[in-house]
């Protein structure tokens, strides 16, 4: 089963215009700006779409140390959900898959680990899960109705236990917090996207000679 969690997302700054007179040391503040309405949820479901995505696969999740990379919010397959979230302090990522389908003792060695291309595919079952690895890459893929959650990493980077954890924190996101994950169309413009971590562009491996 997956369990929730809560995902604290930026909080945005308030500008403060700080005004000194001459001679009286007088300080004006202004106020806040408005915020903006938050959006109902066909308007969200809209965004989803516009990105190719089915709004029941896009999924969050939380790890210590690792933050979302909003650039990396993309499709996966016809229309799952693939995010990447990073350290800044390492650099090591993780990387979330939502899909549709099921795994199966039968099925789970022919499925790809990550992004694939890493060879044979061992699997473990790991209570509700199945832990899963190939080719210097780790996962671990939690069922769920209809669709599959899988929480990826390089095994040199990142451990068992992290994937496991966040394997376990991933969930779907309230109304607030889809609202900061998906792009906000610009006056009728394209999709805007969110910023790359400073090192790499949000792929769950960027080393030299690696693919994905």
Not at 66 to 75: D, E, H, M, P, Y
């Amino acid at each position: 089963m997956l369990r929730a969690v809560r995902v604290l997302l930026p909080l945005a700054c308030l500008p403060l215009l700080l005004l000194t007179a001459c001679g009286n040391e007088k300080v004006v503040v202004s106020a806040p700006e408005p915020r903006r309405p938050a959006p109902d949820r066909a308007e969200l479901q809209d965004r989803a779409e516009a990105l190719g995505l089915a709004p029941e696969l896009v999924y969050v999740t939380e790890s210590p140390g690792f933050t979302l990379a909003r650039q990396s919010v993309g499709v996966y397959g016809a229309d799952g959900f693939s995010s990447a979230y990073w350290s800044r302090k390492s650099g090591a990522q993780i990387l979330l898959l939502v899909d549709r389908g099921t795994m199966t003792a039968e099925s789970c060695p022919r499925q790809p680990v990550g992004q694939g291309g890493g060879g044979s595919v061992t699997c473990e079952r790991d209570g509700d899960a199945w832990y899963r690895s190939s080719g210097g890459q780790h996962e671990y893929a939690v069922l769920a109705a209809g669709h599959v959650v899988r929480i990826s990493g390089d095994t040199t980077r990142v451990d068992r236990d992290v994937l496991h954890a966040a394997s376990e924190a991933a969930r779907r996101p309230t109304t607030a917090e889809l609202d900061g994950l998906l792009p906000h169309p610009p006056h009728g413009g394209p999709v805007e996207r969110g910023d790359l971590p400073p090192v790499g562009d949000g792929a769950p491996n960027n080393e030299v000679g690696t693919t994905g």
